[in-house]
């Protein structure tokens, strides 16, 4: 059975290397979507931004300051992190520690730091290289697998970004959020090493009005249209 037809059928693929990247700010909805869309296609999913926590969290355990570039840069070069439906660092699972809002805090500085960057890429190229893949983050199509068969910009307003955040963490204020995600946003767009931005190839898609069903739809669309034009993943 093709590709195309397997995914109008919703039966399981068995296709390898296929990449699909999902890039996009705070709060558009790219976890969510990446899950859904991996249990849909029988994909692994893979959550950058949870790598990052991950050592973020082991830098806050050793008491390492994330303005400490060199130590930090060297658990991100040491760290073993096993993603899945629970993440495990160096053996130990972290699933619950790494959602703690210090550790987000932590984590967002770290990943500006371009060796801790360039030590996780390299971690999360081995990840895709292994089987079909959805992969999210800021920088996927643009730097991890700039050569991705599909690549999808996730994005939507951001009071409507604000809204999904407060939703999903109990006692959060608006207004907090807000300045975080707003804080956030400047940080990923303005870094030297790998800036959040649209890759040139990549589809432009605003959830802002969009159920969950709606934009996984809409992403199913463009693997189809895909197979029916003849652009065959390899």
């Known amino acids: 059975m093709s590709l195309a037809h397997a995914l109008f059928y919703g039966v399981e693929l ?3 290397g296929l990449v699909i990247a999902i890039d996009g700010p705070a709060g558009a909805g790219k976890s ?11 994909f692994t999913y893979i959550d950058s931004g949870a790598m990052y926590r991950a050592v973020a969290l082991w830098a806050l355990q050793r008491e390492i300051d994330a303005s400490d570039v060199h130590r930090v840069t060297q658990l991100a070069e040491a760290a073993e992190i096993t993603l899945g439906a629970q993440i495990h660092l ?14 987000a805090a932590a984590a967002s500085r770290v990943a500006i730091i371009p060796g801790v960057r360039r030590a996780l890429v390299e971690k999360q190229r081995a990840l895709g290289q292994e089987g079909n ?3 999210e983050g800021r920088d996927i199509g643009t730097v991890v697998f700039p050569a991705a068969q599909l690549k999808i910009f996730l994005d939507a307003a951001p009071h409507e970004r604000v809204k999904r955040r407060v ?3 109990p006692g959060a204020h608006e207004r907090t959020v807000a300045g975080q995600i707003a804080d956030r946003d400047a940080r990923d ?3 030297n090493e790998s800036p959040l931005t649209q890759a040139p ?3 432009y898609l605003d959830s802002t009005r969009l159920s969950l069903a709606e934009v996984e739809e809409e992403i199913l669309k463009l693997v189809r249209a895909r197979m029916t034009n003849g652009k065959e993943f390899h």
């Open 14 to 16: 068995h296709f390898m």
């Open 32 to 42: 969510t979507i990446a899950r859904r869309l991996a249990e849909r296609l029988g």
């Open 90 to 103: 160096n053996g130990e699972d972290v699933t619950e520690l790494i959602r703690a809002a210090d550790v």
């Open 133 to 135: 893949v959805v992969m």
């Open 167 to 169: 939703t999903e963490t």
């Open 189 to 191: 767009r303005s870094r």
């Open 201 to 203: 190839d990549a589809v």
